[in-house]
């Protein structure tokens, strides 16, 4: 029920460990013990589907018009640096490139801001 409540509320930035745990009726220790058998701690677990719903928007034409800090925001990131930062740790190149490499129209507009 995590793991989906997870991937239900990306976009809202106050999802985090203690809040989760919070929602569940959980202690944040027992959050811990819930994601011990995935292999993966809660705050992973939660920055990773972040980064894999931002890339897929950066991969899809229909979101082309909105701009990196637009699709940071959109799956829960409030700074865009802390988005672009985690993004370039887990893909090896900014969401720019990323878009530039993957979006099938090519990259968006330069004038959204990016």
Same mark, same amino acid.
């Given at each position: 029920m995590m793991l989906m409540h997870v991937r239900e509320h990306l976009a809202d930035p106050a999802l985090q460990v203690g809040e989760?745990?919070?929602?569940?009726?959980?202690?944040?220790?027992?959050?811990y013990t819930l994601f011990e058998p995935i292999g993966i701690t809660p705050g992973a677990y939660l920055r990773e589907q972040r980064l894999l719903a931002a890339r897929a928007m950066l991969?899809?034409? !229909?979101?082309?018009?909105?701009? %990196? $800090?637009?699709?940071?925001?959109?799956?829960?990131?409030?700074?865009?640096?802390?988005?672009?930062?985690?993004? !370039?740790?887990?893909?090896?190149? %900014? $969401?720019?490139?990323?878009?530039?490499q993957h979006c099938p129209s090519g990259s968006a507009p330069a004038a959204l801001g990016q």
């Open positions: 989760l745990a919070r929602r569940h009726h959980v202690s944040v220790s027992h959050v991969s899809d034409p !229909r979101y082309a018009w909105l701009a %990196t $800090p637009d699709i940071a925001a959109a799956v829960g990131f409030l700074e865009r640096r802390t988005f672009d930062r985690a993004f !370039r740790r887990q893909y090896g190149m %900014t $969401p720019n490139s990323w878009r530039r």
